[in-house]
């Protein structure tokens, strides 16, 4: 058992770093639609900001929870999982007006990869609380599934090398539209 949790984490380190280093490299390139999405580029330029804002949040706090995960410090996962959970900075900072323009101009398959992140964020905290290490791990490696396959689809002037990623083949993708129907 412990064996197998070792390995697990190290696996999902691994991923975790490699996916963190090759967003990092990415930021600066021209704009690809994707058949399935269209860019968020279209927005608001104070809404990007606020997306930006909420993007960067996510990954020092997915940063930060990495170092506890391996370390055993449950509660102070779960407490960061479920910053993550709330969207805190788009929760305080969005105006009425803004909220209408995101819920009228972002794609569905947009907010159904940020509903099913989200509530993966819920389900980390939960299982941290509870000590199931094997299932926090398991989150911590759906949360960086579904911040790539989202980067690939609509981000991709982000992150161009994720549009590489073929789409029809995204487990993230699919998981999406087997809960959302």
Request: glycine content about 4%; hydrophobic content about 40%; aromatic content about 6%.
């Amino acid at each position: 058992m412990i064996k197998n949790c070792r390995f697990l984490l190290v696996l999902i380190v691994s991923i975790s770093l490699n996916n963190l280093a090759l967003a990092e490299q990415n930021t600066h390139h021209t704009e690809h639609n994707s058949e399935k999405g269209q860019s968020v580029t279209h927005l608001s330029p104070a809404i990007r900001e606020l997306l930006k804002q909420e993007m960067n949040s996510i990954q020092k706090t997915m940063t930060e929870i990495l170092p506890l995960l391996i370390s055993g410090n449950w509660h102070q996962v779960s407490e960061l999982a479920a910053k993550i959970a709330d969207g805190h900075i788009m929760k305080q900072k969005l105006t009425a007006e803004q909220g209408q323009e995101l819920m009228a101009t972002l794609p569905q398959g947009f907010k159904e990869l940020d509903n099913n992140f989200h509530n993966s964020a819920s389900m980390m905290s939960h299982v941290a609380e509870q000590g199931h290490i094997e299932l926090v791990a398991f989150y911590y490696y759906r949360l960086t599934e579904l911040c790539i396959t989202c980067h690939g689809q609509y981000a991709q002037h982000r992150f161009p090398k994720l549009f590489l990623v073929p789409k029809e083949h995204s487990h993230a993708e699919q998981q999406a539209q087997e809960h959302n129907h």
